[in-house]
């Protein structure tokens, strides 16, 4: 039945991207516009400010590529950090880590939590109430500033795209503050926004994140609600090991509880990078 049905667009540039249901809720926070839209195909699906960012049948593509190939490199995962991604579907994934004994998690906008605990009920699902998840309602920049050194195994940035209040989270000086945070065997890993529709910005956060730490690596994959669909994410770390060589024991019970991610799938992701995207860049270091 189509009945109230209505059409919602994420506007970007020349292009739409649409899904068509029934909203649930919307709701003008103190810093953003927050609905949530009950469709068939994608279930529910949450929109920030005209922004796609997740749905309930199509995280997956999203979260399991942010948290695992971090995760499951690092020898030690005892203390995470996770920045934005209120909605749970980031913490979730980290919290199948039996290392993890701590994760702070700093989202700046309390509705969205609030939202996504009540509607988007299985991306958060158990780790609400799991008693290693520390929420907290900050600023993520501020958060990493007021940090002592070498706090954290692993920082993971889980933000919208670039906007008044994130763009602080793209920025070098924010970049520096987390490798100071972090420790000096631990790892970052970011979304990295589209090689595609967000070209300028996606080529920026690869810049950063090279010059600043000895490792860092993008992997490519889809996420088909997202402008253009080819999405990436940025992993980087100043360890002098294999930097993102699979290494948790439990690696197996992971991939079976992934819908998208394996070590395979890793492997070819990490190889994807676009043609385009790798003359850019060479033609970019040679003006540098
Ligand atoms: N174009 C949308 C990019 C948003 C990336 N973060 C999504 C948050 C999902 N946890």
């Known amino acids: 039945m189509k009945i109230n049905k209505i059409w919602i667009d994420e506007i970007h540039k020349d292009s739409r991207y649409g899904l068509e249901g029934n909203v649930i809720a919307k709701h003008n926070s103190q810093y953003q516009e927050i609905i949530i839209l009950e469709t068939k195909d994608y279930g529910k699906a949450l929109m920030l400010?005209?922004?796609?960012?997740?749905?309930?049948?199509?995280?997956?593509?999203?979260h399991e590529c942010l948290v695992h190939p971090a995760l499951s490199s690092l020898n030690n995962s005892s203390k995470i950090l996770v920045i934005g991604g209120g909605d749970g579907g980031t913490v979730r994934e980290c919290l199948k880590y039996k290392g993890v004994n701590y994760l702070d998690l700093v989202e700046i906008d309390e509705e969205v939590i609030n939202l996504s605990k009540k509607y988007l009920t299985s991306i958060g699902g158990k780790s609400w109430s799991d008693i290693r998840l520390n929420i907290n309602i900050d600023d993520g920049f501020q958060w990493v500033k007021n940090t002592q050194d070498n706090y954290y195994d692993a920082i993971i940035i889980d933000s919208s795209d670039p906007s008044d209040f994130a763009n602080k989270l793209f920025s070098s000086e924010f970049y520096k503050e987390c490798k100071r945070v972090l420790r000096k065997d631990g790892i970052f890993a970011t979304q990295s926004e589209s090689p595609e529709s967000f070209k300028k910005i996606h080529l920026q956060i690869y810049f950063e994140l090279k010059n600043l730490f000895k490792n860092s690596s993008t992997m490519y994959s889809f996420v088909p609600f997202y402008p253009s669909g080819i999405w990436s994410w940025t992993f980087a770390s100043d360890t002098e090991d294999d930097f993102l060589k699979p290494n948790y024991k439990?690696?197996?019970?992971?991939?079976?509880?992934?819908?998208?991610?394996?070590?395979?799938?890793?492997?070819?992701?990490?190889?994807?990078?676009?043609?385009?995207?790798?003359?850019e860049i060479s033609m970019k270091k040679n003006d540098r």
Do not use: H, V
């Open 250 to 279: 439990d690696i197996k019970s992971i991939e079976k509880s992934c819908e998208i991610w394996n070590l395979n799938f890793q492997e070819g992701a990490f190889k994807m990078m676009p043609s385009k995207i790798i003359r």
């Open 49 to 62: 400010d005209g922004c796609w960012m997740t749905t309930d049948q199509g995280e997956k593509y999203y």
